[in-house]
Every structure is written in structure tokens, then in C-alpha cells.
């Protein structure tokens, strides 16, 4: 093969389409680096939600104290009684919650691990450090304790990581195996009405994985059920409509929304509160962040607090379909003009 030939090869491998596809995997490559070490290599505690149980004074004093640690680890607020700070926490308005014994010198923290076991050590580590350089002690209980199957209150995580992952690739396959682009509106509802068809399957079967198979969660299968279908759905609907505005690039700004800022800032590894202010920020807006909060308020929290992450998944589903069907109807009228 002589030199001439050799760089034509080369010339007609290496075309401007294939170059930007090429700087685009990079640039998603640094990105993906960037999101999850920014996100994940020193996560601390910041503004916690945090109870306080004492008598009025005490309570004041001692909600003062907390806001003046450095860092700012705790969002303490006064609390009437030990019943009213565990409803809160099962409610998912407090992370946690320090009941103050004026009378003696042992105090009871209650944390919730069920809402991520990271964030529960975390706070005993912090209380038991306030309270031992007072000469008091703690001892806690753990009002939503994770289940013994769910190492680190992962799983809640873990099964709707595989939603989305399961909600995108069909998505990305449905839109490619006829070209990138909807070819009409009735093209469009089939890649609609099929993704829907997928995402109820994956969503039981995603539901029976984690409930009765492995028992790694407790909680209503149907309500996972549900759960796995919406995110599935919401995920590859938001897949399509990217793929119907930008032809294969969509395929790479959903891996960029799900994977790389959605993974993150889910509050899975460390829960939001640990989280970077911008993690912390778009973790709950996007679909695999909405997702854990749900799944973790079914399996610990008897299901509490999850209307408006349903409403984000939901809205997610919406725009999907509405931005599909939109650039399919445009595409199809301009090929009529």
C-alpha cells in the first residue's frame, strides 16, 4: 500500500461526522470522571435536617450550639417531644433527631439508616463527639433501620440504576434500528407504545428481583412495580425525544443527564444531604435521584414523601412524550414542504 493510498484511507475513515462523534466520547469520558469524583471523593455532612428534644431553654441552647459547628454539618430545629421527632423522621422531614435528658447524663439520638446508613454513621459519629466533649454520653436507636439483605441502603439505589440503564438502552435501540430520527408521528407512538410495554415488564421484574427473590428490600411489590415502571418509562421517553431533536447525539446527552449527572447526585452512595452544593441541588430533579428517594420511602418510610418525586418522574414522562411526538410531526412536515 503506498503512502497516497494509505492517507486516503485514512481521509475517508476519518470524517468530520466520525471526528465530532469521537470528541464528543472524550468529552463525555472527562465529564463522567469529573461528575462522580467531584460528587463522591469527600462527602461530609451539610445543613442536615436535625431535631432537638429538650425543655425550652435547653432546647434553645442547645439548637444555638448546633449551628455554630464549623461546616455547618446540621439544620437543627427545636422539636416538642420524642414522639413528634420519630414522626418527622418517618415522615422524611428530619434526617435525625438528639433527645437531651436535663435530668441525667445520657441522651438518645435517633437516626433513620433505612434513608442511607452512611448518613445515620455519620451523625452518631458527630453526635457522640458533641456529647463526650460535654462529659455525656449517647446511645442510639435507629427508627428506620435498613434491612440486614441491604448492605449500606444500596439497593434502593441499585435497582433503579438498572430501570434507567434498562429505560435508555431500549430507547437508544427502538430510535436506531430505523435511523436516529422518527420518521413520522406513527413511527413515534410505536417507539412510545412499546417503550411503555417494556417499562411495565422491567418494572415487575426489577420489583420481584429485589422483594421476593433476594429479599435485599422490604416493601410493597406492586408499589416498586409501579415505581420501576414510571422510571423506566420517564427515562426512555426523555431518551426518545433527545434522539428526535438531535438524531444519535441524543443517545450521548442521555447517557449525560441520567448517567453522568443523574448517578451522582441520586443520593445513593451518600445520601443529598453529603452531597456537593450542585449535586445536592440537581440530584432530586433528575430521574435516577427521584427514583431512590421513592424506592427508599417505600422499603423504610411506609411510603412517605414521595409526591414530589412522583411528580418529577412524571413530568419527565410528559415532556418525553410531548417533545417525541412534536419533532416527529415537524420532521414530517418538513419532508411534506
Given at each position: ?51 432537638v ?5 435547653a ?69 457522640a ?51 436516529a ?60 425525544a ?15 443527564l ?20 450542585f ?40 415532556a ?10 415537524l ?7
Open positions: 500500500m503506498t503512502e497516497n493510498s494509505f492517507l486516503a484511507e485514512v481521509k475517508d475513515a476519518v470524517t468530520p461526522r466520525a471526528t465530532l462523534l469521537v470528541l464528543g466520547v472524550v468529552a463525555l469520558q472527562l465529564l463522567f470522571i469529573a461528575s462522580y469524583v467531584g460528587a463522591l471523593h469527600n462527602p461530609k455532612p451539610k445543613d442536615v435536617p436535625f431535631g428534644v429538650a425543655p425550652q431553654a432546647a434553645q441552647q442547645a439548637v444555638t450550639r448546633l449551628e455554630q459547628l464549623p461546616g455547618s454539618p446540621l439544620d437543627p430545629r427545636a422539636v416538642a417531644d420524642a414522639a413528634t421527632a420519630r414522626k418527622q423522621i418517618l415522615n422524611r422531614d428530619i434526617d435525625g433527631a438528639l433527645i437531651i435528658d436535663p435530668a441525667g447524663t445520657t441522651d438518645t439520638l435517633l437516626v433513620a439508616s433505612g434513608g442511607g446508613t452512611v448518613l445515620a454513621t455519620a451523625l452518631e459519629t458527630l453526635t463527639t458533641l456529647e463526650k466533649a460535654e462529659q455525656r454520653t449517647v446511645r442510639t436507636i435507629d427508627v428506620a433501620p435498613a434491612s440486614p439483605q441491604d448492605f449500606d441502603g444500596l439497593s434502593s439505589f441499585y435497582v433503579v440504576v438498572g430501570w434507567c440503564v434498562g429505560g435508555y438502552l431500549c430507547a437508544s435501540i427502538l430510535a436506531i434500528s430505523t435511523g430520527r422518527p420518521a413520522n408521528p406513527r413511527r413515534a407512538v410505536i417507539r412510545l407504545v412499546v417503550m411503555a410495554l417494556v417499562s411495565i415488564v422491567g418494572g415487575l421484574g426489577g420489583a420481584v428481583i429485589v422483594g421476593p427473590i433476594l429479599d435485599a428490600l422490604p416493601g410493597s411489590v406492586m408499589a416498586f412495580w409501579g415505581l420501576g415502571a414510571l422510571v423506566t418509562f420517564a427515562v426512555g421517553a426523555a431518551t426518545l433527545l434522539q428526535g431533536i438531535f438524531g444519535i447525539i441524543g443517545i450521548g446527552l442521555a447517557i449525560l441520567v448517567v453522568i449527572a443523574g448517578n451522582p447526585s441520586a443520593g445513593g452512595a451518600f445520601p443529598l444531604p453529603m452531597l456537593p452544593p449535586w445536592k441541588a440537581i440530584g432530586p430533579a433528575l430521574p435516577p435521584g427521584a427514583g431512590t428517594w421513592v424506592a427508599r420511602s417505600i422499603a423504610y418510610f411506609k411510603g412517605n414523601d414521595t409526591t414530589g418525586a412522583l411528580l418529577v418522574l412524571s413530568a419527565w414522562s410528559a418525553g412524550i410531548a417533545v417525541t411526538l412534536g419533532a416527529a410531526g420532521r414530517k412536515k418538513r419532508v411534506a414542504d
